[in-house]
């Protein structure tokens, strides 16, 4: 008899908890690490808000930030826009979400790093994405002119 691959036992698992999680708090955040063989940088990105009429079919991203922050950012972004029946806006910036700095929406248009994830939970078609951008110590953010070239691989728009 054939022993079930581990890997997917693991995706079932991971699965279950994403769902578990929706279940409890409205939505899932999944923070994958920066991948040194790819380059590819650390993502923070949310499952389930599509899921909530008041979300009107949208999860949100972060790129390039510890988890620590990230998470933290997505979640006071996702209370902001329900408080203020916000929906997402390209160039949208809300005040002090990140500590006393604010942030600002950008549609993302590549979500080839992420997508699969987002897709654990099944609906008709692929949520919209808004990366949430936070801003450099100077209140520059990336896709401003002013932002600093050698700063974007930290932060890339998608």
Not at 117 to 146: C, E
Request: hydrophobic share 35%; net charge neutral.
């Amino acid at each position: 008899m054939t022993q079930p691959d581990p890997d997917i036992g693991q995706y079932y698992d991971l699965v279950t908890r994403v769902r578990d999680l929706i279940l409890e708090f409205g939505r899932a955040t999944i923070t994958v690490p920066y991948d040194s063989a790819t380059g590819d940088p650390a993502f923070t990105y949310t499952v389930g808000l599509r899921l909530h009429d008041k979300h009107r079919g949208y999860e949100l991203v972060t790129v390039g930030l510890p988890q620590n922050l990230a998470k933290p950012i997505l979640d006071r972004t996702v209370e902001h826009l329900r408080n203020a029946s916000l929906e997402p806006a390209q160039g949208l910036t809300l005040p002090q979400v990140a500590h006393t700095y604010p942030v600002r929406l950008h549609r993302v248009m590549d979500c080839t790093l992420f997508i699969n994830g987002m897709r654990t939970i099944r609906t008709p078609t692929d949520p919209q994405v808004w990366q949430v951008l936070v801003p450099d110590k100077n209140g520059v953010f990336p896709g401003d002119a002013a932002y600093p070239r050698d700063q974007l691989r930290a932060q890339p728009l998608l």
